[in-house]
């Protein structure tokens, strides 16, 4: 499964700030794309771990038919009108978000896949996952956080922390830092409300109690973010506190 995929390129739970300033650590993006009103899934690496990302792939989806491609991203980016933006979660590292556990007779794709299968000839749209081990050891950071109870007034006691059971779900897997990028483009009319509709799909994977999603768009700095999506590019305390374990990124890209 997908699940297998991202938590063998994540094999290593965390590497310090410190040796990520000076080697920089390896990325995979994960790629979903509607080009001509055809849905592709993509793995975008450096080609010394092409091989070992075929492996994985094959093995995860006997099926799956593997090929090197020219770069979808530039169909994208070669349109008139180009709206981007990405998805940020909104509470603490340690909560999770909606996985394909809670989704039993449903893929949790469904909304996503099925929006973009909608969509007319104009339209083109990328989901962009690019994914690197956590510069901080994010699940011995969680596992102390829930040492801390919580006073209950009424019985006058403390209770352990009602989160606890969530953040065992988030840390009982591999994970690492994870930045999700949404582009949207057209030919013909405005292109906006295709983005916050894309957007809007990723609210299948909120949970409550848990961890959301929220879109942001860059208010300033346009292009600079732009060139960061074609070139697969994360800075190196970009969204730093952003992480999503192999469940979770596996619910969010499995073809």
Same mark, same amino acid.
């Given at each position: 499964?997908?699940?297998?995929?991202?938590?063998?390129?994540?094999?290593?739970?965390?590497?310090?700030?410190?040796?990520?300033?000076?080697?920089?650590?390896?990325?995979?993006?994960?790629? &979903?794309?509607?080009? =001509?009103? #055809? *849905?592709?899934?993509?793995? #975008? !690496?450096?080609?010394?771990?092409?091989?070992?990302?075929?492996?994985?792939?094959?093995?995860?989806?006997?099926?799956?038919?593997?090929?090197?491609?020219? $770069?979808?991203?530039?169909? *994208?980016?070669?349109?008139?009108?180009?709206?981007?933006?990405?998805?940020?979660?909104?509470?603490?590292?340690?909560?999770?978000?909606?996985?394909?556990?809670?989704?039993?007779?449903? $893929?949790?794709?469904?909304?996503?896949?099925?929006?973009?299968?909608?969509? =007319?000839?104009?339209?083109?749209?990328?989901?962009?996952?690019?994914?690197?081990?956590?510069?901080?050891?994010?699940?011995?950071?969680?596992?102390?956080?829930?040492?801390?109870?919580?006073?209950?007034? !009424?019985?006058?006691?403390?209770?352990? @922390?009602?989160?606890? +059971?969530?953040?065992?779900?988030?840390?009982?897997?591999? =994970?690492?830092?994870? %930045? &999700?990028?949404?582009?949207?483009?057209?030919?013909?009319?405005?292109?906006?409300?295709?983005?916050?509709?894309?957007? =809007?799909?990723?609210? @299948?994977?909120?949970?409550?109690?848990?961890?959301?999603?929220?879109?942001?768009?860059?208010? *300033?700095?346009?292009?600079?973010?732009?060139?960061? +999506?074609? $070139?697969?590019? +994360?800075?190196?305390?970009?969204?730093?506190?952003? %992480?999503? @374990?192999?469940?979770?990124?596996?619910? &969010?890209?499995?073809?």
């Amino acid at each position: 499964s997908a699940a297998q995929i991202v938590a063998s390129l994540l094999s290593r739970p965390s590497i310090p700030l410190w040796r990520q300033v000076m080697n920089r650590p390896a990325s995979h993006s994960f790629e &979903i794309y509607l080009l =001509g009103q #055809t *849905i592709y899934f993509y793995v #975008t !690496t450096a080609q010394e771990n092409q091989p070992f990302i075929e492996s994985l792939v094959a093995s995860a989806y006997p099926k799956a038919q593997i090929t090197r491609t020219t $770069d979808p991203m530039e169909g *994208i980016f070669g349109s008139k009108r180009i709206e981007a933006g990405e998805m940020v979660l909104n509470s603490y590292f340690y909560l999770p978000i909606n996985t394909y556990f809670d989704f039993k007779d449903v $893929d949790a794709l469904a909304p996503l896949v099925g929006f973009l299968s909608r969509q =007319g000839p104009e339209t083109r749209a990328a989901v962009q996952i690019i994914v690197t081990p956590a510069s901080f050891a994010w699940q011995k950071k969680a596992s102390k956080a829930m040492t801390i109870q919580s006073y209950d007034t !009424t019985s006058d006691r403390y209770s352990p @922390n009602p989160q606890r +059971i969530l953040v065992e779900r988030k840390t009982s897997f591999q =994970g690492g830092r994870a %930045i &999700i990028r949404l582009v949207a483009a057209t030919d013909g009319e405005s292109t906006r409300p295709t983005l916050q509709n894309l957007a =809007g799909t990723f609210g @299948n994977f909120s949970l409550g109690g848990g961890n959301q999603f929220v879109f942001k768009r860059p208010l *300033i700095g346009k292009a600079g973010f732009w060139k960061k +999506i074609r $070139d697969r590019r +994360i800075t190196l305390l970009e969204r730093r506190l952003q %992480i999503l @374990n192999a469940q979770e990124l596996a619910t &969010i890209w499995h073809p």
